[in-house]
């Protein structure tokens, strides 16, 4: 038997163990050159941290609250497609364990379970993510109905008018799972027999006309507060300020969309300045260690969201995998604020990391 996993890049290999391949490098993957995925956990790596002394850390609180909801960290679900691929509980076993831990998980447009199953699975805090389709009646009809079964936020990606190219996808002629929450309204069929299924679906369906304008049909729409995902520069968070959205999350899809767009880390300070506390930031892409959370929100973000490693949990142990993986993560974190002497997240500064860029001064 494997030995069990004691941090969460641990779990990939498990997950790479157990998965078909077609779907181990659907997850695994990015575009192209895949090098904004590797950047995104190598930039993390580049920065350092600046730990202070003499600090009484006998009690480490790492709450937080995100658009007022109150979890146990800085740590939530990132919304990644298709759970049922990597586990048969798919998206419901993730939902029990994000309540376990006590945060938020974001439930991607794109489950292999309903929003009805995963919201009487248990009554965690639970935020919708939205592609907007070609077809936005359609789009509006499942808002509406994620806000009747109680999810608080709508998380708007805006990095896919189109899909990224993934080669491996592309290769393995990677299928499109059935969507049950659009049953009867929108075919899981495509008509390409080459390539990705997946990216044949989306060229029929995403509607690559998206602007900013689609904010106010939103707002028509569900009166649920809205996040944008997929924010890289400062010229785009101030337009998500104008725009009047609740929040943001720098994200480049786990490098999966625009290859050589930056890491996320390396742009959350120039989004954060830009924001000018006016939103929470959140930060998504290549978070595996409790030190990266911290790097984070010394940079400024509010949280920040995981992705890969939560499906890699799932694969290999279910709900109590991916209750693992957050759990590995706090414990990580905890510990990164008792040696850098930061009793609670307030206490976390710009003082307490050194970028390339301080090393320039
Ligand atoms: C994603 N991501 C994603 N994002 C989104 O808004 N809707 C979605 O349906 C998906 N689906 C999806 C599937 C898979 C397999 C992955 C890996 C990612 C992007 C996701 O929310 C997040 O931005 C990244 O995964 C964060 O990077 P890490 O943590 O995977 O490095």
Redesign the pocket.
């Known amino acids: 038997m494997a030995p069990e996993p004691v941090n969460v890049n641990e779990f990939q290999e498990l997950a790479r163990q157990v998965l078909p391949k077609m779907y181990y490098d ?2 695994a993957g990015g575009a192209e050159d895949q090098n904004t995925l590797k950047e ?2 190598e930039a993390f790596h580049r920065i350092r941290l600046r730990p202070r002394v003499l600090i009484d850390v006998s009690r480490i609180d790492m709450s937080t609250t995100i658009l007022g909801y109150k979890i146990s960290a800085p740590i939530m679900i ?5 759970q049922q691929l990597a586990h048969p509980e798919g998206e419901v076993a993730t939902a029990r364990a994000a309540a376990a831990c006590d945060t938020i998980m ?1 439930l ?3 489950s292999t379970c309903t929003v009805e199953e995963v919201s009487s699975s248990c009554d965690a805090v639970r935020f919708f ?1 939205l ?1 907007v389709y070609k077809r936005r009646d359609i789009c509006a009809q499942l808002v509406q109905r994620a806000e009747r079964n109680g999810f608080k936020a709508v ?1 708007l ?1 805006v990095d ?1 008018p189109r899909i990224g190219r993934r080669e491996s996808d592309a290769k393995n002629k990677m299928i499109q799972p059935k969507l049950k929450n659009f049953e009867g309204l929108i075919s899981s069929e495509v008509d390409s027999q080459d390539g990705s299924k997946i990216e044949a679906f989306i060229k029929k369906n995403f509607d690559d006309s998206l602007s900013w304008e689609a904010i106010g049909w939103l707002r028509s729409i569900t009166s649920l507060p809205i996040l944008l ?2 924010i890289l520069t400062r010229e785009d968070a101030r337009k998500a300020v104008e725009a009047g959205v609740a929040g943001i999350i720098v ?6 969309q625009l290859d050589y767009a930056p890491s996320t880390i390396s742009v959350l300070e120039e989004v954060v300045e830009a924001v000018g506390g006016r939103l929470p930031v959140l930060v ?4 595996r260690r409790g030190t990266d959370v911290f790097k984070a929100l010394a940079l400024g973000a509010q949280a920040v ?5 939560v ?1 890699y949990g799932l694969a290999a142990k279910g709900e109590n995998g991916v209750r693992s993986v957050i759990e590995m993560l706090k414990n990580e974190l905890e510990i990164t604020m008792a040696l850098s002497g930061c009793p609670t997240l307030k206490h976390i500064t710009r003082n307490h990391v050194m970028t390339h860029h301080d090393n320039r001064n």
């Open positions: 659907y997850y995104n956990t990132a919304p990644t497609a298709y974001v991607s447009f794109r993510q592609y998380v990606t896919t995902k997929g994200s480049n899809h786990g490098g999966r998504d892409g290549g978070v969201l995981v992705g890969r490693p499906i």
